[in-house]
């Protein structure tokens, strides 16, 4: 199922680098957000958009920004990674809209060394 | 802040044994969602149970949900070796009914021998 489309889907970069997730999805869904993934913490909300230009922060937000100019563009950047910021990185898009059931890409690792 | 706490953390069955996978959680809640993670691979949803469901069933599924002990189960019956993976217990925040904001467990991980 190719509903969203993370890239890229592997990185390695050095601390104090920019870097810039992206996740495209092709369902026109309102919803969209970036979770981190690590061991013990399971997954955590870093942001979300309910729409083209809105976003708001989620529990991990530092760090982190976000932006969505278009609708099937989730852009999540990171302005100056660090080493905490080394994580399996997954995007999601509500596809039910009523209940929250969300729908993730494959992920994108990044490691920052 | 963690909302679901998983347990056991890891658990190995034979495959036909029954799988049951425990999640707790601290405050209030719409709904409780249950996932699933292939090795690698992005989490997919299972099944959704509502703050005023008590059990819920999807194939071999089985989810309850006490929401007095604010805790959940879900139960895989006759389990193959293809339902090995790791399943996570998802919340939604207070205050954010329905809208994919979701605190979710640390997992648990499950592996079915044939």
């Known amino acids: 199922d190719a509903g969203i489309t993370q890239s890229p889907r592997h990185k390695v970069t050095e601390t104090g680098t920019p870097v810039t997730l992206r996740c495209h999805q092709t369902e026109n869904h309102r919803y969209m957000y970036w979770y981190r993934q690590d061991p013990g913490h399971g997954l955590r909300l870093i942001h979300y958009?309910?729409?083209?230009?809105?976003?708001d922060k989620g529990e991990v937000s530092d760090g982190y920004s976000v932006s969505r100019s278009k609708t099937e563009d989730f852009l999540l950047t990171l302005e100056s990674a660090t080493s905490s910021q080394t994580s399996v990185y997954f995007c999601?898009?509500?596809?039910?809209?009523?209940?929250?059931?969300?729908?993730f890409g494959e992920g994108s690792r990044l490691t920052v060394l | 802040s963690q909302q679901g706490e998983e347990d056991p953390q890891a658990l190995s069955i034979q495959e036909g044994e029954n799988a049951t996978m425990n999640c707790s959680y601290k405050t209030s809640i719409n709904n409780l969602q249950w996932y699933r993670q292939n090795s690698g691979r992005g989490l997919v949803h299972l099944i959704l149970?509502?703050?005023?469901?008590r059990e819920k069933h999807s194939g071999r599924l089985r989810v309850t949900l006490d929401t007095s002990k604010k805790s959940s189960s879900l139960l895989i019956t006759a389990s193959r070796a293809a339902d090995t993976a790791s399943y996570f217990c998802a919340t939604d925040a207070v205050g954010s009914s329905n809208t994919g904001k979701l605190i979710f467990g640390q997992g648990t991980t499950l592996q079915v021998k044939p």
């Open positions: 958009s309910y729409g083209v230009k809105d976003t």
């Open positions: 149970i509502r703050s005023n469901e």
């Open positions: 999601a898009i509500n596809r039910q809209g009523n209940t929250g059931e969300l729908f």
